[in-house]
């Protein structure tokens, strides 16, 4: 390989381009500082590359099926069912260039490119509350969170202007009100539903899920309001939903403030043992595979948890053998992520005078209930979620019908009854067994090692979807929905399937057990931040990448503050 070595130093380097990384390149190039951001995958011009954002079902060779060749190349990509149509293939890599190991499964789901999953990602934005950050320390999990709710409600509220989140507000301490854009409408038998659980419930609500889809007057610039295409995975032209290329990066780009490199493979943050700092990072170029060196002031790892984590520990040093910032041996540790697919179905034939009409890129969503008061406890710690939505049974309807000509083709034209369904999202613990590894024996096509999974769910998760389950069943039931059945996905029951791998450089007060501080930094590198998912103590219910925003325009007011201080 090429080894060559730039003298240019930047006042902030960002590793990654996604959900967090996005937003600490806007927050850092807003405040003035010259900032590098580092991406390790390809361009993604926002509008001119979503190549399949316009096309219609039939437009697809096959109806878009993915062939069996292009699958064998993504079978672990394609554990969540993403993969099987070529309409969003293209934003997930390939196994057997990019390849991981598990000592248990685990589905690492992955988007190199540009934005990474800020394009895929379900852009439910949901706020964690203290039931959260104080669930470890009461229940004697884990750590106790060096924040409360209080330290993020106003970054909270900041980013929700930013990127737009619509939804209603509901009064509940467990899920804060936040700054909302009016809300998608629940359809007849959403709102049907919602009726009658309040009718049977005193502690439970549905409500339309809090969406970063654009709706209102608000003026977002460069985006327009939803149009309810429910086209989002393909990544939308129209910027109607929250994503680093429609929104972050554009930000810091308007600056002039902003060095943008694609392709550019970090491999290690340099520590400098006299300042006790960081100066820089290493990168592989992925097309040319040459070596090249960064310096900056500040550096911020979003690279999500693994990739951040991995950077971590190859950033080895006299001071730190096992990893950069790894005095407490818990790099790499915690590993946690939702888990979902649990619930039951059900039909109405209710509202047949109610049409199914639009393409609303939105759930319903029923807030946790379970474990909320210290006197009314389950057989599980923590709780959960539903996500669901009601629409009405189309043509497939008659595949197991035995008749034909006109009559089923007249029937047929008609919409079928109104089906239901809602699925379970729950809470992981934060359990230090579960980890990542590195391999040096096996490496990548750039030398570098790959990732080793040993996590699994535990008990507890196995507990809280049986209630999931009954839960499910029976408010269904109780609102009178017929042919009520239950689900049980074993086939999603492993870690990184809900796409919310977190944990494994937590936060925490003690540098003997955690990695970070309350502002994310590194306890013994103060100059390094990371804020992308590595950083959970625990994970909550909720889908966590508003929180990761929120945390990440947190750091940075920290780390320029700090700059200005000469603190770091």
């Known amino acids: 390989m090429i080894v060559s070595s730039l003298n240019k130093k930047y006042d902030a ?78 934003w997930f890599v390939d196994d057997l260039k990019h390849p991981y190991n598990e000592t248990k499964r685990f589905d690492w789901i992955r988007g190199y490119h540009l934005g990474g999953k800020s394009i895929t990602w379900g852009r439910q934005a949901l706020r ?13 999990v884990g750590v106790d969170w060096p924040i409360r709710y209080a330290d993020i409600a106003d970054w909270y509220t900041k980013v929700e202007k930013f990127i737009g989140v619509c939804g209603e507000n ?13 809300p998608m409408e629940l359809n007849p038998v959403e709102k049907y539903f919602r009726s009658e659980i309040s009718k049977h419930y005193k502690n439970r609500y549905l409500t339309i899920g809090r969406f970063a889809n654009l709706t209102g007057d608000a003026n977002h610039l460069g985006r327009a309001n939803c149009i309810n295409r429910n086209r989002c995975m393909r990544g939308c032209p129209l910027g109607a939903y929250f994503s680093s290329n429609s929104s972050t990066l554009p930000a810091a780009e308007r600056t002039g403030n902003m060095t943008l490199r694609t392709n550019s493979i970090v491999y290690e943050i340099v520590y400098d043992d006299y300042s006790k700092k960081a100066t820089g990072v290493k990168i592989i170029d992925a097309i040319t595979k040459e070596k090249v060196e960064y310096s900056a002031n500040v550096i911020f790892c979003c690279a999500s948890a693994i990739a951040t984590t991995s950077i ?6 006299d001071r730190f053998p096992n990893g950069l910032g790894n005095d407490s041996g818990e790099l790499g540790h915690n590993l946690m992520d939702h888990h979902f697919r649990v619930g039951a179905t059900g039909t109405t034939n209710k509202f047949k005078d109610k049409d199914y009409i639009g393409n609303r890129p939105a759930s319903f969503h029923i807030p946790r209930f379970r474990n909320l008061e210290e006197n009314n406890k389950s057989k599980f710690l923590r709780g959960y979620s539903f996500q669901g939505s009601a629409s009405r049974t189309d043509w497939r309807r008659a595949i197991k019908e035995l008749s034909y000509g006109g009559a089923i083709k007249d029937d047929l034209l008609k919409q079928g009854s109104w089906r239901v369904g809602m ?18 024996k096996n490496t990548d096509e750039w030398g ?50 809900a796409i919310h ?11 003997k057990t955690s990695v970070l501080n309350k502002y994310n930094q590194i306890h013994a590198v103060p100059n390094v931040y ?3 998912g590595a950083c959970m103590t625990s994970s909550g219910n909720q889908n966590p990448s508003l929180t990761y925003m929120a945390l990440t325009a947190r750091a940075v007011d920290h780390a320029v503050n700090q700059m200005k201080s000469k603190t770091i």
């Open 128 to 140: 964690m509350s203290d039931l959260d950050f104080e669930a470890n320390k009461k229940e004697g």
């Open 530 to 532: 990371v804020t992308d």
């Open 448 to 497: 570098l090692p790959t990732i080793t999974f040993d996590a699994d769910f535990k008990e507890n998760e196995i507990q809280m979807r049986k209630d999931i389950k009954q839960e499910a069943i029976k408010m269904l039931t109780l609102a009178g929905f017929e042919n009520v059945k239950g689900y049980d996905d074993v086939a999603s029951f492993y870690p990184g399937h």
């Open 423 to 440: 699925t379970g999202f729950g809470e992981c613990l934060p359990y230090h067994e579960n980890k990542m590894t590195l391999d040096y």
């Open 501 to 511: 791998e977190m944990g494994t450089a937590r936060m925490g007060h003690d540098p």
């Open 170 to 182: 509901l009064g509940l301490s467990h899920l804060p009100d936040g700054y909302f854009s009016p």
């Open 312 to 317: 971590l520990l190859q950033s080895k040093s």
């Open 13 to 90: 380097i960002v590793i990654g381009t996604g959900i967090s990384g996005g937003w600490a390149a806007k927050e850092l190039c807003e405040k003035g500082l010259k900032t590098l951001v580092l991406e390790r995958g390809r361009m993604v011009k926002h509008v001119e590359d979503y190549p399949t954002a316009n096309k219609d079902i039939w437009e697809f060779e096959y109806r878009g099926k993915a062939s069996n060749n292009e699958i064998q190349r993504q079978k672990k990509q394609n554990r969540t069912g993403f993969v099987t149509s070529k309409i969003t293939k293209h």
